[in-house]
């Protein structure tokens, strides 16, 4: 990544409710195939950041510049469009359809098709779909859920519906995935899992952002690590020397196991 232009560089990022500031004036950058973790205790305007950046939530102030173009304020759909794709804390499957049907879903935005087509049938509406099944079984071998391929989503695991929706982000073949505390509720075998495939997902040169309190996890698994507090950023680095830099140090007391464990 050394020498790689920023795919998306934010400044200044700021959010307010009311007399409330969630995040204050954060800057930061993540390049193609970079793995950024994004910590602190609770509270700290991690969740926050997301919202703003997937479009949930509207920036107070700030700028988010995607390959040099200005996205901040776009909404939500156009910001996934442009290739900014995130998963939740909870798992969200689209019920009654199988495990193929949902990550097919999660292609909608690379769809080129008309309406008019799509219903007429016309031989490039058929081409399309073909690639998108063939796009979505791809994914499903990649995740881990060949066997599941058919299966309906309720008949997941919690930590398979995790993998499922990841399989499901990647289908909008994005360029930078938020990963919003994925590991959570994960055994340790399962942990394992999706580590591999997060690092796969990398490889692929797609950048990614990701909320975990489980810094067993994460720490092993990010390039570099941005601690926030209170809404700023406190630090920027390698995760080794975010272990001991006194500022996050401080900022974790009375977190439970400090930050190199479960804090």
């Known amino acids: 990544m050394t020498g790689e232009q920023p795919l998306i560089e934010v400044r200044g990022l700021t959010k307010r409710f009311g007399g409330l500031t969630a995040v204050d004036g954060l800057d930061f950058e993540i ?4 793995v950024l973790g994004l910590i602190g205790p609770n509270g700290a305007g991690k969740s926050t950041t997301f919202n703003v950046i997937s479009g949930t939530y509207q920036a107070s102030a700030g700028s988010m510049r995607l390959d040099g173009e200005e996205i901040l304020g776009l909404p939500p759909h156009r910001i996934a469009a442009r290739g900014i794709m995130r998963t ?59 066997e599941e391929r058919d299966a309906e989503v309720t008949s997941l695991s919690f930590g398979q519906g995790r993998l499922l929706e990841t399989a499901r982000a990647l289908a909008g073949e994005p360029r930078i995935i938020l990963f919003d505390e994925p590991a959570a509720g994960l055994t340790p075998s399962e942990c394992d899992r999706l580590g591999v495939i997060i690092r796969g997902i990398a490889e692929r040169g797609i950048a990614v952002l990701l909320i975990e309190h489980d810094m067993r996890f994460l720490l092993p698994l990010a390039d570099r690590v941005i601690v926030l507090n209170f809404g700023q950023k406190i630090a920027d680095g390698t995760p080794d020397t975010i272990r001991t830099d006194p500022a996050v140090v401080d900022a974790y007391l009375g977190e439970a196991g400090g930050v190199g464990a479960d804090a």
């Not at 390049?31 to 970079?34: K, L, S, T, Y």
């Not at 019920?95 to 080129?112: C, D, K, L």
């Open 31 to 34: 390049r193609p195939g970079e």
């Open 88 to 146: 939740f804390q909870h798992n969200m499957p689209f019920e009654g359809m199988s495990v193929a049907e949902n990550v097919m879903v999660g292609a909608q935005t690379t769809v080129r098709s008309t309406l008019g087509r799509i219903l007429l049938g016309t031989a490039a509406a058929r081409a399309e779909e073909q690639a998108i099944r063939a796009r979505a079984d791809e994914l499903i071998d990649f995740v881990g859920l060949s």
